[in-house]
């Protein structure tokens, strides 16, 4: 029993004398000044329209849509952007990437920017689907929305011959 006190009481002052500093550089980890970080893009949400005005208003916004429509406007208020960020957007329809790009946003610091949502060859209406819609600055996600269309079609059918859309009307 006292040679087990003794090698423990030994091993702490080891751990007592290798870290107690002796006159000499420290090794151990010293406290550096925080920088600020740089201000990042902030935004209002995603508002969504079937038209917008131009100064990227939305007109009638909501989150449902009938089916018929082929132009879904996403618009959002932005604060405190870096005009030299790369601003970029990612549509999801029913869990599926639908579609995504580079958006030519955000002309100066602050203001409202507004971008379309339609059919993957253009042509035509939106499929029937509940849409996710993400906008990132620098890959960083700033504005996450959804709405959704009603239709038959859904994204299997697009027009491709396939019948097995759902069934909202």
Known sequence: ??????????????????????????????????AAAPAATSTDGIEFSTHVSSDARPEDPRIEFGSGTNTVWASFQYHDHDSSAKVSYLVRADGEDYTFGKLDCCNGSS?????????????????????DVRVYV?????????F??????????DG???GNGNDNN
């Open 1 to 34: 029993m006292i040679v087990r006190f003794a090698v423990v009481a030994a091993v702490l002052a080891a751990f007592i004398a290798l870290g107690t500093p002796w006159n000499g550089p420290v090794l151990g980890l010293q406290p550096s000044t925080a």
């Open 111 to 131: 203001g409202r920017y507004a971008f379309p949502i339609r059919k993957r060859n253009g042509n035509g209406d939106l499929p029937g689907a509940a849409y």
């Open 138 to 146: 620098n890959n960083a996600e700033v504005a996450h929305a959804g």
């Open 148 to 157: 959704g269309v009603k239709g038959r079609g859904g994204l299997d059918h």
């Open 160 to 162: 491709q011959g396939n």
